[in-house]
């Protein structure tokens, strides 16, 4: 009697087994989702109204031509931390917005970090500070505001940031 119980707790074990087993094996994982933005302000957690900081995948000499913007370019208002993107979980997915240059031209699709050549800071009541690591930390460039009556000034960035840059900064 005994071999007969033990057999029958021995059956339910291993049926209670493999279908934990079977549901657990089809468990997924935690969704991701990711996106190219080439203007911080479409990340939905960040509020701002739009870009006074462009920049662009090519030198001056190149991103405009005849007064045309020649070169793909990305905008940021507010301070970025990594050129790389953000990320955010939202319950358990997990969503990251990339940046990356975008508007037709050179270098469109190519992601900011670390190869941006030049900046326009198109502010009329901010400063900005382009850094070359993430974090605001290393070498970096002073780009002032604009007067009420000024264009945006494109400059080249220095060599020491040309193609080296990870975050920026109001200043």
């Given at each position: 009697m005994k071999r007969i119980r033990f057999k029958k707790r021995l059956a339910a074990f291993g049926a209670a087994t493999a279908a934990l087993a079977a549901v657990l094996g089809t468990a997924g994982p935690a969704q991701a989702a990711e996106y190219k933005v080439s203007d911080n302000c479409d990340v939905p957690w960040i509020t701002c109204s739009y870009g006074d900081l462009w920049l662009f995948y090519n030198s001056k000499e190149l991103a405009v031509q005849g007064g045309y913007i020649k070169s793909a370019y990305a905008t940021f208002y507010s301070n970025v931390s990594d050129f790389y993107g953000t990320s955010q979980y939202q319950g358990s997915s997990l969503t990251t917005y990339?940046?990356?240059?975008g508007n037709g031209g050179n270098g469109n699709g190519a992601y900011v970090k670390n190869n941006a050549a030049s900046v326009?800071?198109?502010?009329?009541?901010?400063?900005?500070?382009?850094?070359?690591?993430?974090?605001?930390?290393?070498?970096?460039?002073?780009?002032?505001?604009?007067?009420?009556?000024?264009?945006?000034?494109?400059?080249?960035?220095?060599?020491?940031?040309?193609?080296?840059?990870?975050?920026?900064?109001?200043?």
């Open positions: 990339r940046y990356a240059f326009q800071n198109c502010s009329s009541v901010d400063n900005y500070r382009v850094y070359f690591n993430s974090g605001y930390g290393g070498t970096s460039q002073y780009f002032a505001k604009n007067g009420p009556y000024e264009d945006c000034n494109l400059t080249n960035l220095v060599s020491a940031l040309k193609n080296n840059n990870a975050s920026s900064h109001f200043a």
